[in-house]
């Protein structure tokens, strides 16, 4: 009788611990659970918090485009095959060998800022038979037509290029349209043969032509960190597609938009772009600074010279995506649960092994 108390009382104590066991991984999968829907969480609406107080105006274009025009007083101006109806800027028709921009008029002169562009790429062109992008500048100089987009190589300051159609048939590891960001000091040129590869700070591939719903892109620039997101599926959603730090860019600098065609032609529409403000507090050495006086550049772990041969077309690691935050706190709930189940294995036979001394 006395050992079968004995035995009882070990197997209450077992049956407890077993208890505390599994509330406690019950606890570490509910904190899992949560950390991983935080970590894969869509962005949703604006980035920003879309308070129109923080909308800059005389940097914005939207409809029905009052202000655009060659007048003195126009705060957007336009150049070559740009078509500007009620409710589109159309940058290039769906036609051979045309350029088109739109530039601001007035420099900007935000130190941490955040553009919304809405856009529509569309044309009868069947996969590959359409070109060639369009881009989003934010440059020291404005309406200097070239090669590079509809606009001037080896400019000053930020472009975020909207890429259709690919050159570099060698670059097979990616697909079109492709999506990326360059930084430039004037002393780059921006190479079409390999589709900007050679200079391109990051990008995504975002399937943006022929879509019967909005598409927008966002390009966010804060506190040396340049941060492009599309909502380009109709969920209102934002997803990340370039996210890289050490960016410095001046103030004073114009916006502006343009597209080109070549032998294969797209149609380019400009619906809105929308300029807010964001409210950072910057350090004291920060404020000190003469902001119009800074080179546009970016503290990258490689020279871009040895980007040339490198499959990923990156300059630097990427960022822990949500994803790569998901597997890794998968991996640690997996090591957490083998642990404790090992554990309980070990404590059960050590619990074993006593009985049989009563």
Known sequence: MAATGRECAVCARF?????????????????????????????????????NEHIKREHSLTKPYQGVGTSPSSQWDFWGSTLVTSQYVRLTAEERSKQGSIWNTVPCFLKDWEMHVQFKVHGSGKKNLHGDGFAIWYTKDRLHPGPVFGNQDHYVGLAIFVDTFRNDLHGMDRSFPYISAMVNNGSLAYDHSKDGRPTELGGCSADVRNKDYDTFLAIRYSKGRLTVMVD????????????????????????????????????????????????????????????????????????????????????????????????????????????AVVGAVVFQKRQERNKRFY
Not at 38 to 44: F, R
Not at 308 to 321: A, C, K, Q
């Open 15 to 51: 049956r407890l611990r077993c208890v505390r066991l599994e509330e406690g991984l019950s606890w570490v999968v509910g904190a899992f659970l949560l950390l991983a829907a935080l970590a894969v969480l869509p962005v949703c609406a604006d980035i920003t918090d879309g308070n």
């Open 232 to 339: 380009i599926d109709d969920k209102n959603e934002w997803k990340e597609c370039i996210d890289i730090g050490g960016v410095r860019l001046p103030t004073g600098y114009y916006f502006g938009a343009s597209a080109a065609t070549g032998d294969l032609s797209d149609n380019h529409d400009i619906i809105s772009m929308k300029l807010y403000q964001l409210m950072v507090e910057h350090t004291a050495e920060d404020d000190s600074l003469d902001w119009t006086k800074i080179e546009p550049s970016v503290s990258l772990l490689k020279s871009p010279k040895d980007n040339i041969d490198d499959p990923t077309g990156n300059f630097r690691s990427t960022p822990l995506t949500g994803w790569k935050v998901f597997l890794l706190l998968l991996c640690a709930l997996l090591g957490i649960v083998v642990c």
